[in-house]
């Protein structure tokens, strides 16, 4: 009689033999396979109890705040579905202001004032200068707060387990913010704007991945590639212009702005 | 309202950002499960959730609606977990000498961390969960993760080899190798235990 070999009774356990009827039987009748099976089956009963930390019941929520910044946006698909977006350029233009003029209020209650109601905002941003304003309030706003960020890892110090876990989280943020303004820069013709927000949306995206423990030779690897960016250097030159913008687009405007 | 998980992918595919939300909260404690059992490490555990939930949401239109979504999920875990398991072994090869004699280093990072008392944990006895936790840790990346997906997630050695990305044969005995590890280190306790 043939034994049943170690290998053949790891198939039998997990049901992969070709001849589950005749490995059986065997066992059936065979008191020194069953021994070996047995303690098999002990062995893997045992790994069974190997611990897995516990994950509440909120922690898919956890994850999705985690990765809601960094999920690329689905432009191609959405300009494929228009198609005849360039025909229609004004007309999503003008959409996309009202968007991100509604976001913006919504986004920037520290900018905006908290007594905007939706009536007001809409009113606002009806008119293609008000929703301008708004978007290059919320453009300026988002490269101040990003140029920060940039300039504390750019200036931190190298040492054992960096924690840069803060920045993560406000790169994280500012990259689903600019992705809103890079798609609406690219609406609205704006492709130098589009440009410079591609590059910083890059950075961002790449420092929320970075590792929150930073080692010494992991952060200068990361400020490198800032660096070889250049993205503080276009973030200043993109931030002053749209400080002009903002004041070329009068004092009126920009005292209305600023009440909303 | 409840709908399937390829009801949710439709949507999502659409730029229905809800729709993925939906999917990455329902499946998120199960990859995190996958995946620490594959890393064998909390932390790394939790990268390869949000790793492999930005794979899933980029590879969307490669999704085959007629497939699970779970198990498209998983395979795309597991793949996210040996890469990560393997790069982490490259870099500490690169950046760690081995002391003389040591034969441990075969594979650094597949340490089970400290467990903390809990029920389940308890059921183990001291040793015995010790000699898991060590016979675990010495399985070799691709030992591991062959066991952990045929053992722990129900997959066929076919499939096993699918999200491997090697030969069924060699899934077949990655999964031998790791059982016949297993037993060798655990055989002694597990019998001492019943006597």
């Known amino acids: 009689m043939n034994h049943l070999n170690e290998e053949e009774l790891i198939l039998h356990y997990y049901s992969e033999e070709s001849d589950a009827f005749a490995a059986e039987q065997h066992l059936d009748q065979c008191e020194q396979c069953r021994a070996h099976y047995a303690c098999l089956q002990r062995v893997l009963n045992v790994v069974d109890s190997l611990p897995v930390p516990v994950r509440s019941e909120e922690y898919g929520s956890e994850v999705w705040r985690r990765i809601a910044g960094r999920l690329p946006s689905r432009r191609r698909r959405w300009w494929s579905l228009e198609g005849s977006w360039q025909w229609a350029g004004a007309a999503a233009a003008f959409a996309s202001l009202v968007v991100v003029a509604f976001m913006a ?156 | 309202m409840d709908l399937s998980d390829g009801e949710y992918v439709t949507r999502a595919r659409t730029g229905d950002s809800d729709a993925f939300r939906t999917l990455v909260e329902r499946h998120s404690r199960s990859v995190f499960r996958l995946a620490f059992r594959m890393t064998g490490n909390e932390q790394d555990a939790e990268d390869v959730v949000q790793e492999s939930m930005l794979r899933a949401y980029k590879q969307l239109s490669k999704f085959d609606e007629r497939a699970s979504f779970g198990t498209w999920l998983y395979r795309i875990a597991a793949n996210c977990s040996l890469d990560l398991v393997r790069s982490k072994k490259r870099r500490t090869q690169n950046q760690v000498l081995a002391p003389e004699g040591d034969s441990d280093l075969e594979n650094p990072v597949m340490t089970v961390p400290e467990p903390g008392p809990n029920p389940e944990r308890m059921a183990l006895s001291g040793e015995v969960r010790e000699r898991l936790t060590a016979a675990m840790g010495d399985l070799s990346a691709t030992e591991r993760s062959a066991f952990v997906l045929r053992h722990f997630e129900g997959m066929c050695i076919e499939d096993v080899s699918r999200v491997l990305g090697c030969q069924p044969g060699a899934a077949k005995h990655s999964v031998f190798r790791a059982v016949q590890k297993l037993r060798r280190a655990l055989e002694p306790v597990v019998s001492a235990a019943r006597s």
């Open chain 1, 105 to 260: 209020g919504r986004m920037f209650p520290t900018a905006v004032s908290r007594k905007v109601t939706p009536v007001t905002t809409a009113a606002n941003v009806a008119d293609k200068q008000g929703g301008q304003r708004v978007l290059l309030l919320a453009v300026g706003d988002l490269l101040d707060r990003s140029q920060m960020v940039l300039i504390e890892l750019n200036h931190a110090t190298p040492s054992e387990n960096l924690d840069i876990s803060a920045e993560q989280s406000r790169a994280s943020d500012l990259a689903s913010e600019n992705r809103l303004y890079r798609q609406t820069a690219l609406q609205t013709g704006d492709t130098a704007m589009a440009g410079v927000l591609d590059d910083l949306e890059r950075v961002l995206v790449d420092i929320a991945h970075e590792p929150s423990q930073m080692a010494p030779a992991e952060l200068e690897n990361l400020q490198h590639r800032m660096e070889s960016a250049g993205i503080l250097f276009k973030v200043r030159i993109l931030g002053n212009n749209v400080k002009q913008k903002q004041e070329a687009a009068g004092s009126v405007g920009r005292s209305g702005g600023q009440k909303l």
